[in-house]
Structure formats: structure tokens, C-alpha cells
Nanobody, 115 residues
Framework: VQLVESGGGMVQPGGSLRLSCAASGFTFSSYDMSWVRQAPGKGPEWVSAIDTGGGITYDADSVKGRFTISRDNAKNTLYLQMSSLKPEDTALYYC?????????WGKGTLVSVSS
């Protein structure tokens, strides 16, 4: 199993970014997927999750209405569209396999929101 995140970077408050997670080594379309973040000096925080078909999504209250999780099963890729970014969104963002009991994680991509 391999999960490789990309798309992070530095952005000003109010800006947008789209994160991607390329999955390999398993049947991507058979698993719910999640995004989790970890801010500097803090523990992991679950952000969003999506079911196998992409029709059902779940979002943390902290990102609801600003972040959108999606997936392309034909490309084995998970996405996180982030808008109206705030300084408190600064974190290392990980994609993870499954929604409950996440068993594999990528190495993360860094998002920094600062003016």
C-alpha cells in the first residue's frame, strides 16, 4: 500500500489549495478514504472522509463549508479542495485508508497559511 500526497504549499489567508493523494498497491475503489491533519505541536485531527463511491462525505466542523473531499476511482486519486483558508489550517495533511480505523497513511504534504 502506498499513499502519496501532493499539492501543499504556502498561501495567504482566504486563499485556496487542492491537495491530491495518489494511491497504489490496493483496490482503491473498495475503501473509504480520509484526510487527517496535524498542526505544529498538536495531535492529529481528522478533517474529512469519503465513501467508496464518492457519494457520501463527512467533514469536521472546523472545515465544513470550506473544504471539499472527492475522489476519482479511475485515477486512484483522492482530493481535498480547500478554500477560505485560515492561519489555523496550517498543518501537515495526510491521506489515510479507511474512515474508521485508518490503517495506512501517507507521509503528508505541508500547508502553510500566512500573510
Amino acid at each position: 500500500v502506498q499513499l502519496v500526497e501532493s499539492g501543499g504549499g504556502m498561501v495567504q489567508p482566504g486563499g485556496s489549495l487542492r491537495l491530491s493523494c495518489a494511491a497504489s498497491g490496493f483496490t482503491f475503489s473498495s475503501y473509504d478514504m480520509s484526510w487527517v491533519r496535524q498542526a505544529p505541536g498538536k495531535g492529529p485531527e481528522w478533517v474529512s472522509a469519503i465513501d467508496t463511491g464518492g457519494g457520501i462525505t463527512y467533514d469536521a466542523d472546523s472545515v465544513k463549508g470550506r473544504f471539499t473531499i472527492s475522489r476519482d476511482n479511475a485515477k486512484n486519486t483522492l482530493y481535498l479542495q480547500m478554500s477560505s483558508l485560515k492561519p489555523e489550517d496550517t498543518a501537515l495533511y495526510y491521506c489515510a485508508r479507511k474512515r474508521d480505523g485508518m490503517d495506512y497513511w501517507g507521509k503528508g504534504t505541508l500547508v502553510s497559511v500566512s500573510s
